[in-house]
């Protein structure tokens, strides 16, 4: 997937934004700066963003002596989406296609992306909901149902803690007695990790297992073995949020044989295009496997 010089700005503001979340230090926040330039400089402008992306995050990481510089906004939410999981659950359950919904919700969940927005509000998430049910979604809902109903076994790959809470009300409405859940394998921005499935209770509806890797999305030649053990039995792949649809979408069939379903939110102008997409919309994208 190509990258943009927008891209690269908007991981120049990410990179102060998280050197913040980590520690109050400018002398620290002027460091990872400098260090973010030059890894931009260095990779150059066609680097797809989740690879610079990493690289970026281990560096602040190790600048900021802090591991984990969003743990208390990835609790926060994931705090504050659980609050709210009986009325979500109500409005699935409540509704003229629960499936319709739960899908629409889920999507809605990904609004939750402090790489794009580190000052999100609760409200914020009140009007995604809102707005997810009411528009039109760019995409083929009946075909992911249809594709979901004729999976053997189905690999969930969750983005971000806080939506996490509305991939396992999704995945509570699939009733598929084969779907293993999948989280990153170490902390980066707020990405969703096994402590978050265990927070809000995925781990008791679903197997969980992580990525093994710190990558933006799902890079598989860096994924451990029991991922790859997984993916490869797997014939559905669902994938959601950005930084899973720019990874996965660069592997062709022989690489990535599954069909996958992308569900995520369009949130900035270079996805918008790049997938054919407007800015705003809930998508849907489905991609066929190989035969």
Avoid: W
């Avoid at 979340?21 to 460091?31: G, L, P, R, S, V």
């Avoid at 409540?94 to 899908?103: L, N």
């Amino acid at each position: 997937m190509p990258s943009s010089i927008d891209c690269s700005l908007c991981l120049l503001r990410q990179s102060l934004e998280a050197s913040r979340f980590a520690t109050a230090d400018t002398n620290i926040h002027e460091q990872v700066i400098r260090e973010v330039m030059e890894s931009i400089l260095h990779y150059g402008f066609q680097t797809p963003p989740p690879v610079i992306g990493q690289k970026i995050h281990r560096s602040i990481r190790n600048i900021t002596n802090n591991p984990d510089p969003y743990l208390l906004v990835k609790q926060k939410f994931n705090a504050l989406m659980m609050s709210r999981i009986d009325h979500f659950r109500e409005l699935i359950d409540m509704s003229d296609d629960p499936f319709d919904t739960a899908v629409r919700l889920a999507i809605a969940g990904n609004t939750i992306d402090f790489a794009l927005r580190a000052n999100l509000e609760p409200k914020d998430i009140d009007e995604a909901v809102e707005q997810a049910l009411k528009q039109p979604i760019n995409g083929d809902v009946n075909e992911l149902r249809r594709t979901i109903e004729d999976a053997n076994q189905i690999l969930y790959l969750t983005d971000n803690s806080g939506e996490i809470v509305c991939d396992r009300l999704f995945i509570e409405r699939l009733s598929h007695k084969n779907i293993v859940a999948c989280v990153r394998g170490l902390p980066v921005i707020n990405d969703a990790t096994l402590d978050d499935a265990k927070q809000v209770g995925l781990t008791e509806i679903v197997s969980v297992i992580s990525n093994g890797t710190d990558a933006l999305g799902t890079m598989l030649e860096q994924c451990s073995e029991q991922f790859m053990s997984v993916f490869h039995k797997s014939d559905l792949i669902i994938s959601k949020g950005l930084g899973n649809y720019e990874t996965l979408i660069c592997y062709d069939q022989t690489i990535l044989p599954q069909q996958v379903a992308f569900l995520f939110k369009a949130k900035c102008a270079f996805i918008a295009n790049y997938s054919d997409t407007k800015l705003g919309d809930c998508v849907v994208r489905m991609r066929e496997g190989k035969s």
